[in-house]
């Protein structure tokens, strides 16, 4: 048989300062975790294209490498970048999944304790 609950006025501001105790830490932890790993790939990407634009350019001005095999190479590692972030959006996607499933798990305990189930 139901149990009998008291009805009560809802605490409103109750549920929303539990819900950012609740949330504040994973949306941290997501924001942390996304921006280190897109602060290391910008950089890998920086430091990779580096070298290889200073080595076309001086072969391109020995004259090692005409203007189109120059923009070629241009383009191919542009190509390449957008295929790793490409990459990296799904495994960032990933990781946005299983911290909305820790957000809903923290929301769904947190109105349970309004309601007095949690």
């Known amino acids: 048989m139901a149990k009998d609950l008291k009805h009560k006025e809802f605490d ?3 549920l929303l300062d539990d819900l950012q105790l609740s949330l504040s830490p994973i ?6 975790t996304e921006a280190k790993t897109w602060g290391k790939d910008f950089l890998a990407f920086v430091k ?10 001086k072969q391109r001005a020995a004259g090692e ?3 189109d095999d120059f923009v070629d190479l241009v383009h191919g590692e542009i190509n ?9 959006k ?3 996607l990933i ?4 911290y909305q499933e820790l957000a809903l798990n923290a929301v769904s305990g947190v ?7 949690g």
Not at 27 to 32: G, Q, S
Not at 80 to 88: Q, Y
Not at 95 to 98: A, H, L, N, S, T
Not at 111 to 117: A, I, R, S, T, Y
């Open 12 to 14: 409103w501001k109750a």
């Open 27 to 32: 949306v941290k932890e997501l924001a942390r």
């Open 48 to 57: 990779t294209r580096k070298s290889k634009l200073e080595k076309w350019t």
């Open 65 to 67: 490498l005409d203007d």
């Open 80 to 88: 390449t970048e957008s295929l790793l972030l490409l990459k990296n």
């Open 90 to 92: 799904g495994l960032s």
């Open 95 to 98: 990781r946005q999944k299983k």
């Open 111 to 117: 109105l349970l304790k309004q309601v007095g189930l």
